[in-house]
Structure formats: structure tokens, C-alpha cells
Nanobody
Framework: QVHLVESGGGLVQAGGSLRLSCAAS????????MGWFRQAPGKEREFVAA????????TYSDSVEDRFTISRDNAKNTVYLQMNSLKLEDTAVYFC???????????????WGQGTQVTVSS
């Protein structure tokens, strides 16, 4: 059983930056692919970014490509999401997830955090 805890969310002006962290415990972190997803009010949860277990491969949704960067530190059991040039439409609850398959599909992830709110203001 893997326990995930997100942090780093908050209120930021459009054009600003935030760095989300997701700390994992209770499992072998380095054996899991990790993903970030988000859910805005009234919308379905959507894929943001994913990283392979060793960090060699990453993938992003088109909406965040070139603005967000996913990374991981297996020594610290932590995955990060650096978010730059934030837009109003990035406002959402951001969730990290762990799974055995590196994927943009939420169905591939077995463990989920509780989420952290990111609000982008004008």
C-alpha cells in the first residue's frame, strides 16, 4: 500500500509559478510510475504529466507542454510538478498518483493522494 501526500498548492497570479510536491510512503517508490492529474470544478479529472519509474521518460498533456515539468527524486520518495506561466484555466485540484504502468490514463494508477488546490487569479 502506497500513501501519497501532495503539497505546494496555493493562490498565484496568472503568469506566476508554483512547485507541487508529492511525498510517498509505504511502498517501493522507485518501482512506480508517477503521474499528476487535475480536476477543475464541474469537470472530469484530466491527465497533466507522467514520469517513468526511473525518471528517464516523461509525457505531458498538450495544455501544459512547455510550461510544466515533472521530475522525481527516488532517494526522497518524492515527485514534483514545476508549473510556470500559470493560466487561469490551470485552476484545479491537483492529484498525484502511483502505478505500475507509465501512462496518461488514470486507470493505470492504483494509488492516489488527496489533492492540493491550485488557484490562479487574474
Amino acid at each position: 500500500q502506497v500513501h501519497l501526500v501532495e503539497s505546494g498548492g496555493g493562490l498565484v497570479q496568472a503568469g506566476g509559478s508554483l512547485r507541487l510536491s508529492c511525498a510517498a510512503s509505504g511502498g517501493t517508490f522507485s518501482s512506480y510510475a508517477m503521474g499528476w492529474f487535475r480536476q477543475a470544478p464541474g469537470k472530469e479529472r484530466e491527465f497533466v504529466a507522467a514520469i517513468s519509474w526511473g525518471g528517464e521518460s516523461t509525457t505531458y498533456s498538450d495544455s501544459v507542454e512547455d510550461r510544466f515539468t515533472i521530475s522525481r527524486d527516488n532517494a526522497k520518495n518524492t515527485v514534483y510538478l514545476q508549473m510556470n506561466s500559470l493560466k487561469l484555466e490551470d485552476t484545479a485540484v491537483y492529484f498525484c498518483a502511483a502505478g505500475s504502468r507509465y501512462s496518461g490514463s488514470s486507470e493505470r494508477y492504483n494509488y492516489w493522494g488527496q489533492g492540493t488546490q491550485v488557484t490562479v487569479s487574474s
